[in-house]
Each structure stands twice: as structure tokens, then as C-alpha cells.
């Protein structure tokens, strides 16, 4: 009996001694919870995101692309992830680093165990998007993707297992994220936001290189057509909607107006694709439902969609037929309606006269069939064919020609007789350019019908007085591209 009540007396101790070190770990925790809320507190950008988090527990749910709280919050987030990010010494700020350059490369730090199949997918899907070609672009497709992943904790979660990598991305005394008590109120934040609902349409990211504000983005099935009933234009490798057809296709309850852009054909990304490419997909499409992807020019509440104020400020005044509702006034000053020829000449070179022509003598060399091409990688061969061609047929001098250089079209004239040797407008030509190794020839490339859908295709080659001239008159003809709208 005395052993049974010493043993009792025992077990109520050892009980009464583990009651109270649970309830003082209880205690200790709640402490520490409270100071990361202090904390929290005390850092602007964690007291925002906090705000931000207790307003958007109030909103009806899901949280979509147009609840008013959501560029706040993604704004945030990113001056959270930008805060003492380490920048590498270089030259001019060449090598300039944005948070996404660690994110991209955080799976190549994770074990198998530590495997999350969500970040994987999301950060392949970033990186092979079309629509995005800057860190910062990236980086906020990220971010979004995150959100409606409920991910957004575990890129940084996982940075932070490794000090060692934290340290080389973040100054210690300058960031939250490797600030260790900053980083613990950071993702219990993050860990609560992952309560929310988020419903956004992660391919509506084609101008978030330039923007956190997100444009209405409409997708559209069209009956089968031969033709859309729309006229575009290629601007700063958009394509925008200069004019529709009242009876077309695309006009058809306003699904397409002017201002709007077509960003996607068929699932394909149309942003920097050459000209021509839409008239293609539609014929390899022919007789299918027409699936086109819009970035409306309006945003809901009827303002003109900050990032195209200046674009379409400058087709105004560049396009008579293009007509649109009046705007808002504000917004940056249009670009130069220069058009420039690629990598070969990065300066602007304005060639034409206040008549919108430019005028020119050089040497007809020869015209030379490229077959079914007409891109600019035939230009190279077509300049050599033709001098071979000339010198097989022994001819020593090259004729003299007038090369005018209109509004709309190419017109070469023999300067010896007045003679019109050729007219091509400029949907016809594909492309124009000339060798590196002999500057002086020039020469473009015309279809027998507009370029887009023809399949004869001629290299009309030319000898400029130099070389100078020689590019004086290739960036005159790309102007001449600028200034074109295509029929779709």
C-alpha cells in the first residue's frame, strides 16, 4: 500500500511538472508571436502588406485582376523582394539583378524531399513566356502566379533554409528578408495570404514589363472566315486595331474595336512577330472557329489604358481612318514614328521630307527570284547572285536609276530614258537590308501580291553612291514599313 501511494505521488508530480512547462512553452510562444507583430509593425513596408491583408479578408471572394487592392498588394510584395537586394559591381549597371534572378534559379537548390511540384511549374511557365522579356516582367508573372498557386511563401521559404545563399542575395542590415525576426513576420504574412482566394488570369501578362496595372483582356471564338474585317498596324511590336468592318467578323457586337490589341491567334503569341504572320495563321486555319486573345484599349471604368495613351496618341495623328472616343489627356508623350532597321543601325536616322518622300539615285544591278521567301536572311545570298549574274552576262556598267521612296510605295525609275521600271507598295515588300562585307549594294524583297500571302518572291538588288546612302535609303524603306497598316 505505501508503494502504491508513493508510486501515485510520483505520477501527480511528474503530471504537475509537465503542466507547467506546456503552459510556459505556451506562454513563451505567444510572446514571440507578439513580438513578430511588433515587429511587423515597426517595418513600413510588413505594416502595409499587413493592411493590405486585413482589407482583403473583408473583399468577397475570389479576389480577381480588377479588385482595386490588387496592385497594392503585388506592389508591396515587390518592394518587399527589392528591399537590399545586393546589386554586383559593374560597369554602367550592365549585370543589374532583380528578384527574380534568384527565384528562377531557386529549384536547382532544393533536395528531392524539398521537391514542390507548384514552384517548378510556375517558375517553367515564367520562363518560357513570349509576352515577357524583362527581369521585371518575370518576376511579377511570378508574382501573380504565386498568388493564385498560394505559393507565394515558398521561394522565400527556401531561401532562407540556406544563410549562406540569403547572404549573397541580401544585405543583411538593409533587407527584411535576411533581417531573421523581419523575415519571421514576413512569412507568417505570407502564410496568411494563402487564405485568400486569388482568381487571375496569369496569360493577361504581356505589358507587365512596363506595368502593374492590368488591362481587360478578352477571349474570343469567331465564326470561320477567310477574313476578319479588320485593318491593324504593327506599332512597337504590337499589333494594333487601326479599323473594323461594321459587317465583319470582328466588328460584330463590338468584340474588336480600333485600339485594341491582338495578342494572341490561335494560342500563339503575336507580340514581335514578323508581318504576315496572321494572314498565315489564318490560312493554315482555314475553315476552324477563329480563337483570338484582345487586349481591350479600356479599361473598366472607360479610361484608356494608361500604358497605350501615347500609342494611340500617335496613331491619331498618323492614321486618318483610325478613330476612337475621346481619351484622357494624360499619359507620356508618344515615341518618334521612326522605324528602324535591326541591330545594324541602333541610331534613329529620320530620312523623309515634311511630303512624306524621300528621293534617291543609285545603280540597278539586278532582280533575282528567291523563290517562296522573302525573310531577310535571303537578302545575303540575292545581293551575291546578282553581281554573279551580272558578270556572267558581262555587263559593265550597272544602270542608273531614280529610287522614290513614298508614303506608300517603291517607285525605280530609269534615269536615261524616265522609263518606270517597277512599283511595289509596301505590303508587297518583306524585307530589305544588305551585306556587311559590300555596304554600297542594298537591296529589298517584293511578293507578286501583298507579302503576307504571296508565294513568288523577288530580290531587287541596288548600288548606292556609299555606304552611308546605302543606309540612308534601307531606313528610309523601313520608315515606309512604320507607316503601314495591314488588311486582315
Known amino acids: 500500500d505505501r508503494g ?18 506546456t503552459k510556459a512553452m505556451q506562454n513563451g ?60 559591381g559593374s560597369l554602367f549597371g550592365i549585370n543589374k539583378r532583380d528578384y527574380w534572378s534568384w527565384m528562377e534559379s531557386t529549384s536547382n537548390y532544393l533536395s528531392n524531399d524539398k ?15 513570349p509576352k515577357l522579356h524583362t527581369l521585371q516582367g518575370r518576376g511579377r508573372c511570378f508574382i501573380r502566379l504565386a498568388l493564385a498557386k498560394k505559393i ?42 494563402t487564405d485568400i482566394n486569388f482568381e487571375l488570369d496569369v496569360k493577361n501578362a504581356s505589358f507587365l514589363d512596363e506595368s502593374w ?24 511590336n504590337r499589333i494594333f486595331v487601326v479599323k473594323v468592318e461594321e459587317n465583319g467578323v470582328a466588328g460584330e457586337d463590338h468584340k474588336i474595336e480600333p485600339g485594341d490589341i491582338v495578342d494572341e491567334l490561335f494560342q500563339e503569341s503575336l507580340y514581335g512577330c514578323k508581318q504576315g504572320k496572321v494572314n498565315r495563321l489564318l490560312r493554315e486555319h482555314q475553315g476552324w472557329p477563329v480563337y483570338v486573345s484582345v487586349i481591350k484599349c479600356r479599361l473598366p471604368d472607360g479610361t484608356i489604358y494608361p500604358p497605350l495613351v501615347g500609342k494611340i496618341k500617335q496613331l491619331k495623328e498618323e492614321l486618318k481612318e483610325f478613330e476612337i472616343k475621346e481619351m484622357n489627356k494624360k499619359g507620356p508623350a508618344p515615341m518618334p514614328a521612326h522605324a528602324l532597321l535591326p541591330q545594324d543601325f541602333p541610331e534613329r536616322a529620320p530620312v523623309h521630307d515634311p511630303e ?47 529610287v522614290e521612296l513614298t508614303e506608300t510605295e517603291v517607285i525605280i525609275t530609269d534615269l536615261k530614258t524616265n522609263t518606270e521600271l517597277s512599283k511595289h507598295s509596301y505590303t508587297e515588300i518583306s524585307s530589305c537590308g544588305r551585306r556587311s562585307d559590300m555596304a554600297k549594294y542594298f537591296a529589298f524583297i517584293a511578293g507578286d501580291t501583298q507579302c503576307s500571302v504571296s508565294r513568288n518572291f523577288t530580290a531587287f538588288v541596288f548600288e548606292a ?24
Not at 4 to 21: E, M, P, W
Not at 30 to 57: D, V, Y
Not at 465 to 488: D, H, P, Y
Request: aromatic residues 8%.
Open 213 to 236: 496595372v492590368i488591362p481587360v483582356y478578352k477571349r474570343l471564338e469567331l465564326v470561320p472566315c477567310k477574313c476578319l474585317g479588320m485593318t491593324i498596324r504593327y506599332l512597337e
Open 465 to 488: 553612291a556609299s555606304a552611308e546612302e546605302s543606309k540612308i535609303i534601307l531606313c528610309s524603306i523601313a520608315q515606309g514599313f512604320g507607316r503601314t497598316s495591314w488588311f486582315v
Open 152 to 193: 507565394v511563401s515558398v521561394p522565400i521559404e527556401h531561401l532562407l533554409r540556406n544563410a549562406r545563399l540569403t547572404e549573397y542575395w541580401y544585405d543583411t542590415g538593409l533587407s527584411i528578408i535576411a533581417n531573421p525576426p523581419l523575415a519571421q513576420a514576413l512569412m507568417s504574412l505570407l502564410f496568411a495570404l
Open 356 to 402: 512624306g518622300k524621300a528621293e534617291f539615285n543609285a545603280k540597278y544591278v539586278a532582280q533575282v527570284s528567291t523563290g517562296k521567301y522573302g525573310d531577310v536572311a535571303e537578302i545575303e545570298g540575292a545581293v551575291e547572285k546578282a553581281l554573279e549574274q551580272n558578270k556572267q552576262q558581262e555587263i559593265a556598267e550597272n544602270k542608273e536609276v531614280h
Open 115 to 129: 521537391y514542390n511540384p507548384f514552384l517548378n511549374r510556375a517558375i517553367d511557365l515564367t520562363k518560357t513566356s
Open 29 to 88: 510562444g505567444k510572446t514571440a508571436q507578439q513580438n513578430w507583430c511588433n515587429m511587423a509593425l515597426s517595418e513600413p513596408l510588413l505594416r502595409e502588406l499587413q493592411t493590405i491583408l486585413k482589407k482583403l479578408k473583408e473583399e468577397p471572394q475570389p479576389i480577381t485582376d480588377y479588385c482595386a487592392l490588387l496592385k497594392p498588394l503585388c506592389e508591396t510584395l515587390e518592394r518587399i523582394l527589392r528591399k537590399g537586394l545586393k546589386q554586383p
Open 4 to 21: 502504491a501511494v508513493f508510486v501515485r505521488q510520483v505520477l501527480q508530480l511528474l503530471s504537475f511538472c509537465c503542466h507547467t512547462d
